[in-house]
């Protein structure tokens, strides 16, 4: 049986410096604490509590009274930096670039849009750690919308500022783009200003082009993983033999029956050992 592993899917850069930085924490002295989860991977999340990473959530950090914080990719809003200096934590910021870049561009939306009565809108999903960290630049005066149902909380009477969700479909958002435009009372005062990172749109046509290769597609992600669900239905759209997996064990042998090849891929936020692993599983489940 042929076993690839894609060579494009895995950590973005932003991942990869986010743990790097967390790696270079981990070997002084004393225990970080990571203002959620790392990454969206259950699996590397534990490869570092394992090197003494603990996760913690906001809730917690009145009690972290000098210790060590770490921000992780998907940035956060300024109140958690206001909290952590006054309760004298060390903050070691691994805020992704791009995310980084974004905030300020969400900034200077709204620095434009408030004097005219108008709108910054973010296509991205609720809750989500980077999304809660861009309508934070704001105190939340920020519309937030996932799809085109959600375009009804918009005022097309008014000027509107689209910006996107680094981790977003950029054929999603140039769709709802063009409604809002075709919605706007005047066209000329809707602003679209695309912020899809492309290191991490750019996996969309190239996973089209690598699963419509193979008999089977295995893709990995977690659970949590924004990013691993948009492009795992990229995946099922190009081959409808893709299977969603965590990690190894959940591989099931009967769906590699009658199959000579198999394509394995993931998300940005899927570590490359773990694709290695399902590898050697899916090899041993046919010996």
Not at 23 to 36: C, F, H, M, N, R
Not at 46 to 69: N, S, Y
Not at 180 to 186: E, F, H, I, K, S
Request: proline letters at 3%; glycine letters at 8%; aromatic letters at 6%.
């Amino acid at each position: 049986m042929q076993i690839v592993i894609d060579d494009k899917s895995g950590f973005c850069f932003g991942v990869v410096r986010a743990i790097s930085e967390a790696e270079k924490a981990l070997e002084g002295d004393g225990t970080v604490y990571s203002l959620g989860d790392i990454v969206h991977n259950r699996m590397e999340v534990q490869r570092l509590e394992a090197l003494g990473l603990k996760t913690i959530t906001h809730a917690d950090m009145d009690a972290l009274a000098g210790a060590r914080l770490f921000i992780r990719a998907h940035g956060e809003p300024p109140t958690t930096y206001t909290h952590a200096r006054m309760l004298g934590i060390e903050v070691i910021d691994a805020t992704c670039p791009v995310v980084a870049r974004l905030q300020s561009r969400v900034k200077e939306a709204y620095e434009k849009m408030a004097p005219v009565g108008g709108q910054v809108v973010i296509l991205g999903k609720r809750g989500h750690a980077e999304v809660v960290g861009l309508t934070g630049q704001v105190e939340d005066r920020a519309i937030v919308i996932e799809n085109e149902q959600d375009l009804e909380q918009i005022d097309f009477n008014r000027p509107i500022y689209l910006l996107s969700q680094t981790t977003q479909s950029i054929a999603l958002f140039n769709r709802l783009g063009e409604e809002m435009l075709r919605r706007a009372t005047d066209p000329t005062q809707v602003t679209i200003v695309d912020t899809i990172c492309r290191q991490v749109s750019g996996r969309e046509q190239h996973l089209t082009e690598f699963a419509a290769k193979f008999d089977l597609v295995v893709f990995v992600c977690g659970r949590k993983s924004s990013n691993g669900k948009v492009l795992y239905e990229v995946c099922r759209k190009a081959n409808p033999r893709t299977y969603n997996i965590e990690e190894a064990k959940e591989l099931d042998p009967a769906w590699l029956e009658g199959i000579e090849s198999v394509g394995i891929c993931g998300a940005t936020s899927t570590p490359k050992w773990l694709m290695e692993e399902v590898a050697e599983a899916i090899q041993q489940a046919k010996n």
